[in-house]
Nanobody, 120 residues
Framework: QVQLVESGGGLVQAGGSLRLSCAAS????????MGWFRQAPGKEREFVAS???????????NSVKGRFTISRDNAKNTVNTVYLQMNSLKPEDTAVYYC??????????WGQGTQVTVSS
C-alpha cells in the first residue's frame, strides 16, 4: 500500500518561509514523478510544482516561480522524499498543500494535506 505523509505546514507572516516535506512509502513503490498541489478555500486544487525522478527536471506554476523550490531524495529503498521550500510567502499562498506521486504525468497517489497559512 502506498502512503504519502506530509509535514512542515504552519502559520507564517508574509515574506516568511516554510519547508514542506513528503515521505512516500510502499512496497516496490518507485514513482517517476512527485509533486505538490494546493487548494485554497472555495477554490479548485491547483498544481504548484513537480519533479521527475529521472534527470530531476522540475516544473512550477507561474504563481510560485522564483519563490518556491522543489527537490527530492531518491533513496535506494522504497522510501522517497520530496521537499517544497517556500520563500517570500504571500497571503494568497494560504491553502492546504498536498503531496502527490505517480507515473508519467499522472498523479495517482495523494497525501492527506498540510495547512499553510500566511498572515498579512
Amino acid at each position: 500500500q502506498v502512503q504519502l505523509v506530509e509535514s512542515g505546514g504552519g502559520l507564517v507572516q508574509a515574506g516568511g518561509s516554510l519547508r514542506l516535506s513528503c515521505a512516500a512509502s510502499g512496497r516496490a513503490f518507485s514513482p517517476s514523478v512527485m509533486g505538490w498541489f494546493r487548494q485554497a478555500p472555495g477554490k479548485e486544487r491547483e498544481f504548484v510544482a513537480s519533479i521527475k525522478r529521472s534527470g530531476g527536471s522540475t516544473y512550477y506554476a507561474n504563481s510560485v516561480k522564483g519563490r518556491f523550490t522543489i527537490s527530492r531524495d531518491n533513496a535506494k529503498n522504497t522510501v522517497n522524499t520530496v521537499y517544497l521550500q517556500m520563500n517570500s510567502l504571500k497571503p494568497e499562498d494560504t491553502a492546504v498543500y498536498y503531496c502527490a506521486a505517480g507515473v508519467g504525468n499522472t498523479f495517482s497517489y495523494w497525501g492527506q494535506g498540510t495547512q499553510v497559512t500566511v498572515s498579512s
